[in-house]
């Protein structure tokens, strides 16, 4: 029988609704991973509902609970590392070590970075020294990093002004360390209304994808948290990295698709889970040629 792989899931939790591990761990668990979650904060519900109970996890005690595991010697069969939500930049560097004390034990075990800085105008608030830990200390130690438009031009200090501008930006961004950057949700002037575009790169080319965009009297909270988990979860199960980029785009479309015809402002996982293993849509993704600088700075 083939080993089940482990993943390690380092972020926020929600007691009511999906964001987060909440969002992530039961959609992994549900394509086959054994999940160990680990909660940087534990809230009533997210942040979006603009009143939340609950608290963060004292850093020290990251390292702590990771220790715990290897104690009973199981930290060996850690595949991967994902992070998403920290509340404090000493949350952070917790991560970090316990990443390198994961990669002592399993040199090939991966670490998904989910660089979650906050967007205040949708009532999704990160302490400023988390997006400086970001910047100049995850991404280095990344394997692959999964951030949305709004992180993307931050972590270049400008905003992307067409999609070959995109593909640059992500491209700086592999020189920093990751292997492959996945820009979750793509924003640039010219895009289609029309449709939702993420976007794939690595060293050895970029692909583009579209699905149709769904509309939302509020949309819905966790949606990257969703794809970040369900990308990284379909590379420990065998994928390379364009087909798990494909699966998650359809997946995660399907939870949408009934997320919608719910009406719910919640993500209707439980009600989609047969579509997240079993996605009925297809999306292929386009391999973008190879942009010259020229063309960039036209």
């Not at 590392?81 to 040199?107: D, E, H, T, W």
């Not at 292929?284 to 960039?296: D, E, G, I, K, M």
């Amino acid at each position: 029988m083939k080993r089940t792989p482990h993943l390690l899931a380092i972020q926020s939790h929600v007691v009511f609704g999906h964001a987060g591990n909440s969002a992530a761990v039961f959609p992994m668990q549900r394509i086959g991973v054994e999940v160990w979650p680990l909660n940087t904060v534990q809230f009533s519900n997210h942040t979006q509902y603009g009143q939340w109970a609950g608290e963060p996890l004292a850093p020290q005690q990251i390292p702590a609970l990771i220790e715990g595991i290897a104690t009973i010697g199981e930290l060996g069969n850690c595949d991967a590392v994902l992070s998403g939500y920290m509340g404090s930049a000493a949350q952070g560097r917790a991560i970090l070590a316990g990443v390198a004390r994961i990669k002592s034990v399993n040199p090939n075990a991966l670490y998904l970075c989910d660089p979650v800085m906050g967007h205040p105008e949708k009532g999704c608030i990160v302490p400023p020294e988390v997006s400086d830990f970001l910047l100049h200390e995850a991404v280095a130690a990344a394997d692959l990093l999964c951030p949305n438009q709004l992180e993307l031009n931050t972590f270049l200090h400008r905003s992307a002004e067409s999609l070959q501008d995109c593909v640059a930006m992500a491209r700086e961004l592999l020189q920093r360390g990751p292997r492959a950057v996945l820009v979750k949700h793509l924003i640039y002037p010219g895009k289609s209304s029309e449709h939702f575009e993420m976007l794939l790169v690595t060293a050895e080319g970029s692909w583009h994808l579209r699905r149709p965009l769904l509309a939302f009297p509020r949309h819905p909270v966790g949606v990257g948290d969703l794809t970040s988990g369900l990308f990284l979860a379909r590379l420990l199960l065998g994928d390379d990295l364009l087909t798990a980029f494909e699966f998650t785009a359809a997946a995660v479309h399907e939870v949408l698709l009934e997320t919608q015809a719910s009406a719910s402002y919640e993500l209707q996982l439980v009600r989609a889970q047969d579509r997240i293993v079993h996605p009925r849509v297809r999306f292929q993704a386009t391999r973008l040629p190879a942009y010259s600088a020229s063309a960039l700075s036209s």
